[in-house]
């Protein structure tokens, strides 16, 4: 027995977009700075911007530990090269975007066993992870200099 479907869904679909008047002005930012995020997706994307930082660094940071672990000249190479103020400069930034990455993915890993999931816990641990991460910066920057 087949069902014949009410008549205002086929009127619906024979009738084309401009006889239905749809709205299509819908307003569009593209902006993005303009936009009001909240903490709590500041916080996520700039986890993953730090593990594509971390990610990309991968390669430099592994010639510069393979020239320290071939001979005594390679790691006073590396060391040379290691104390000069640019190169310090991008320790820190990669020290501080892997304890970012590492204090956020905690997060992460908390809220996935069920820990933080509702908006004001999500929002207050969005603020420890950036308030945390602050403190471990000046700490990285202290020990490397």
Known sequence: MSRKPPANILSLASQTAAQRKV???????LNLFSIKWPVTALVSITHRISGVLLFLAMPLLLYVFEMSLSSEAGFRQAGA????PMPRL???????????????????LL???GFGETWRAGKAGARAVIVLSALTAVLAGIWLW
């Open 23 to 29: 709205k299509t002005a819908r307003p569009v930012n």
């Open 81 to 84: 090269m290691l104390a000069s």
């Open 90 to 108: 991008l320790c820190w930034l990669l020290a501080v975007a892997l304890l970012y990455h590492l204090i956020a993915g905690c997060r992460h």
């Open 111 to 113: 809220m996935d066993i």
